[in-house]
């Protein structure tokens, strides 16, 4: 095989199949793509979400989770961004939503920003940084910070890492890892 599986979108069952659309087309801006009915699952509603111009969806919703069935499975579902902006911006949406577990973190090679859905699963909005250090890594930081502060925060951050590497490094590594 020369292509690697990509993961490309994610289907989640929802108990109120209208909340989580209005959620995630206000916070992360997602479009209704498609929606019906799919006759296979006993005619369950289905909605069809997207960012992108060449993916028709990248998150589907689809009704009947069983309210008492628990909390959600789901680790997280991660939002790839393209800058500090766009982070912040995600980050005011999800207080508009009245989300209030919202924390930012610094993993050294990325700026996140971590919360839940009105339904309990788990939500990542991040970029990368030009670095890389080894994972699990990570600090709070202070989004409110102009972006040149978080950048020379991060980089004398990562640094003292002994396994600190520049991005292009990094990446040149993980195609030997991956192609090789």
């Not at 989640?12 to 019906?36: A, C, H, P």
């Not at 924390?103 to 996140?112: F, K, R, T, V, Y």
Request: glycine share 6%; proline share 6%.
């Amino acid at each position: 095989m020369n292509i690697k599986p990509q993961l490309k979108h994610m289907g989640i069952y929802v108990n109120d199949i209208q909340r989580m659309e209005q959620f995630y087309t206000s916070v992360f801006e997602l479009k209704v793509t498609d929606r019906g009915q799919v006759p296979r699952l006993g005619n369950r509603n289905i909605v069809f979400m997207s960012g992108a111009v060449d993916a028709h969806h990248q998150l589907v919703l689809i009704d009947g989770k069983d309210p008492a069935s628990g909390p959600s499975v789901i680790f997280q579902m991660s939002f790839y961004l393209q800058s500090l902006d766009d982070l912040r911006h995600v980050r005011d949406q999800l207080v508009k939503e009245g989300v209030t577990d919202i924390s930012p973190i610094c993993h050294g090679n990325a700026w996140s920003v971590y919360a839940s859905d009105p339904e309990g699963n788990g939500l990542e909005a991040y970029l990368d940084t030009p670095w890389h250090v080894a994972q699990p890594h990570g600090k709070p930081f202070d989004l409110s910070q102009p972006n040149e502060i978080i950048h020379a925060q991060t980089e004398a951050y990562v640094k003292t890492d002994p396994t600190f590497q520049v991005r292009g490094d990094w990446m040149k590594h993980q195609e030997n890892i991956l192609f090789n």
